[in-house]
């Protein structure tokens, strides 16, 4: 079983700006000029829409690389619109979040159409997006 890692993320006394640590590994998040920050990285649903993203394109390279398929690379592009001031001003009353993502594939190989629709299938199956579609809990620690 994996070792459970931790993410931490510390933002400062003003603004948005987001550093987050993660396995050594050292990212900033932050929100757009027009709804108040600096735009110095992508916004928290841009992360969660990578990690989707990853996950997909990920598992659908273990498959071919399982089963010895020529794939030669796969591009997952992800879209989602969201208010993100709404979602704040009314954020202690109703839930808030993304609907949905589009997410479009793009497969790059002399792959056969049986084998391209069993990729396509097999990304529904990704950790990331299976846990999204079922909803998680966060228990306080």
Same mark, same amino acid.
């Given at each position: 079983?994996?070792?459970?890692?931790?993410?931490?993320?510390?933002?400062? =006394?003003?603004?948005? /700006?987001?550093?987050?640590?993660? &396995? !050594?590994?050292? %990212?900033?998040?932050?929100?757009?000029?027009?709804?108040?920050?600096?735009?110095?990285?992508?916004?928290?649903?841009?992360?969660?829409?990578?990690?989707?993203?990853?996950?997909? =394109?990920?598992?659908? /390279?273990?498959?071919?690389?399982? &089963? !010895?398929?020529? %794939?030669?690379?796969?591009?997952?592009?992800?879209?989602?619109?969201?208010?993100?001031?709404?979602?704040?001003?009314?954020?202690?009353?109703?839930?808030?979040?993304?609907?949905?993502?589009?997410?479009?594939?793009?497969?790059?190989?002399?792959?056969?159409?049986?084998?391209?629709?069993?990729?396509?299938?097999?990304?529904?199956?990704?950790?990331?997006?299976?846990?999204?579609?079922?909803?998680?809990?966060?228990?306080?620690?």
């Amino acid at each position: 079983m994996a070792q459970p890692s931790e993410v931490s993320v510390r933002v400062g =006394a003003s603004g948005f /700006r987001a550093e987050i640590s993660a &396995r !050594g590994h050292t %990212l900033v998040a932050d929100e757009p000029v027009d709804v108040g920050g600096t735009n110095e990285g992508p916004t928290p649903y841009d992360y969660l829409a990578a990690a989707l993203g990853s996950c997909t =394109a990920m598992t659908i /390279r273990i498959y071919a690389d399982r &089963r !010895g398929w020529p %794939l030669q690379s796969v591009t997952v592009r992800l879209t989602h619109s969201r208010e993100h001031e709404r979602d704040c001003e009314e954020c202690e009353a109703s839930p808030v979040g993304i609907d949905q993502f589009t997410r479009k594939i793009e497969l790059v190989g002399d792959l056969t159409e049986e084998q391209r629709e069993g990729l396509l299938r097999i990304a529904d199956r990704c950790p990331v997006g299976q846990t999204l579609q079922r909803g998680l809990r966060i228990l306080p620690g």
